[in-house]
């Protein structure tokens, strides 16, 4: 199977989820992640249909994108300070945001570049010590401090599950889905409309993503390595 073949399993499959959730379909976007493959397999991608890609290295980043400029790039990878002007030239959306000291310098980056840079805020869900992000109960106050630069846009929340555990990815992603909900009820009207999305499931618990409300996906394995056998419990 290639990976026009898994590419369409997997969005009939997620449409599918959707409407067992009693969800629209067109509220999931699914992202391939990239970062283990070449150009190559990008071009391949596109041509398939696939429109939206992952990446977790700013100078892969820069390449992919010098070379596709018309698709859709994530940044879901660490941030490093030093390069967040070269995320921002080159991501749409950057998913891994939850360092304090970051946001100025996300905000000054995107007014030199005269744009607002789509962020999501990543959340530490699950408490394990090798995951990064914030603690939930930090969230908070993160966002009021966003809201406070111009040039940073905070569109939802972004979490990595366990692996391993369908259970425990499930109940991880149901806690970021109600921390979105809680902090979009703090929010006046116009913001909570853009705070909505929720980034979350990978490869092996995407499908437990979407049944808790994903807007996001972020599929690497399952979509370009022939040799991803799915999750046990599939
Ligand atoms: C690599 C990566 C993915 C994709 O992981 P797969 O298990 O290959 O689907 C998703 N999100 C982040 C943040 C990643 O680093």
Redesign the pocket.
């Known amino acids: 199977m290639g990976f026009k073949e898994r590419y369409e399993r997997t969005l009939a499959e997620a449409a599918a989820c959707c409407t067992a959730a009693g969800r629209d379909p067109r509220d999931v976007r699914v992202?391939a992640?990239s970062?283990?493959v070449d150009a190559n397999a990008v071009a391949a991608a596109i041509a398939a249909g696939a429109h939206d890609f992952?990446e977790?290295r700013p100078d892969s980043l820069a390449e992919k994108r010098a070379r596709f400029p018309q698709e859709t790039w994530h940044f879901?990878?660490n941030v490093q300070s030093r390069r967040i002007p070269d995320i921002v030239r080159d991501a749409t959306l950057v998913?891994?945001l939850y360092q304090e000291r970051h946001v100025a310098k996300f905000d000054a980056a995107a007014a030199a570049a005269g744009r607002v840079q789509d962020v999501l805020l990543e959340v530490n869900v699950s408490g394990e010590a090798s995951k990064s992000g914030l603690a939930p109960e930090d969230v908070a106050e993160m966002l009021a401090l966003c809201e406070s630069y111009p040039h940073v846009r905070v569109r939802g929340l972004?979490t990595?599950a366990p692996?391993g555990d369908a259970a425990r990815a499930r109940a991880c992603f149901a806690d970021l889905a109600r921390l979105r909900d809680d902090l979009r009820r703090d929010l006046d009207a116009d913001r909570a409309a853009v705070f909505n999305e929720l980034?979350m499931g990978?490869?092996?618990d995407?499908h437990e993503a979407i049944a808790e409300g994903a807007t996001i996906v972020?599929?690497?394995?399952?979509?370009?390595?022939d040799a991803?056998e799915g999750p046990a419990h599939a």
């Not at 972020?218 to 390595?225: E, K, N, Q, T, Y």
């Open positions: 992202v992640v970062k283990t992952g977790n879901i990878g998913h891994s972004m990595m692996q980034s990978m490869s092996e995407w972020r599929i690497g394995r399952a979509l370009f390595d991803f």
